[in-house]
């Protein structure tokens, strides 16, 4: 239960009608277990908001922030279809790169399910014996699922972008979808060595020379 006020608030029916929306109800589930840290026991529970600031908001401020900035300082590079045809339109960009990442990410995410047991099971016992609080089964997949969402959102919030006119909201948006979906690659990929390092280190376990 969760007080607000003098309401007592219980998470679980909040999280099944948020689930029931379409679009958004996706989106909060999954945003919502990465803030969590991917811990299974509060996959039921709304996360608090400092594990979204920390998980979520940190990096959502910091690229909207670095968008205003770009916008108004380079603004005479990027595209405008009246006067500078030949700047970068973000929204082209990212339509252009992210269905092939996006593609690629859920390929990943497939062979995820296909991991031997015993190295879902080394992961666990090692975040179990206290050596690696960061790292773990479940949240290695959310880790893998909220970039894989982002990459969702920027193509429908770039397709959206595309029905408006070209002006400095517009160019802000765009530039943060791009950003953030690229932030959000470079998660992936971390995610993706930890999960390939730590399958070599069992293997390595297994058969010692």
Do not use: C
């Not at 908001?49 to 690229?63: D, E, H, I, P, Y």
């Not at 530039?175 to 390092?197: E, K, N, P």
Request: charge should be positive; proline fraction near 3%.
């Amino acid at each position: 239960m969760m007080k607000v006020g003098g309401w007592d608030i219980n998470h679980e029916n909040i999280l099944k009608i948020i689930k029931s929306i379409p679009y958004v109800g996706a989106i909060f589930i999954i945003a919502n277990f990465y803030a969590n840290s991917g811990v299974l026991s509060e996959r039921k529970r709304i996360a608090n908001f400092k594990n979204w600031v920390r998980r979520v908001l940190s990096g959502v401020l910091f690229t909207f922030v670095l968008s205003l900035l770009i916008v108004t300082f380079f603004r005479d590079g990027l595209y405008n279809p009246n006067s500078n045809t030949a700047g970068l339109d973000a929204t082209l960009v990212a339509l252009s790169i992210f269905p092939s990442i996006l593609g690629f990410g859920i390929g990943v995410f497939v062979v995820v399910f296909a991991l031997p047991n015993q190295f879902i099971e080394k992961i666990n016992l090692i975040k179990h014996n206290g050596k690696n609080k960061t790292f773990g089964a479940s949240l290695m997949v959310v880790d893998m699922a909220y970039p894989l969402m982002v990459y969702a959102v920027v193509l429908m919030g770039e397709f959206f972008l595309k029905l408006f006119q070209v002006g400095f909201i517009t160019h802000v948006l765009s530039i943060f979808l791009l950003l953030y979906g690229m932030l959000m690659t470079f998660d992936l990929i971390s995610m993706i060595f930890m999960t390939a390092y730590a399958l070599l280190a069992t293997q390595a376990s297994r058969n010692p020379k």
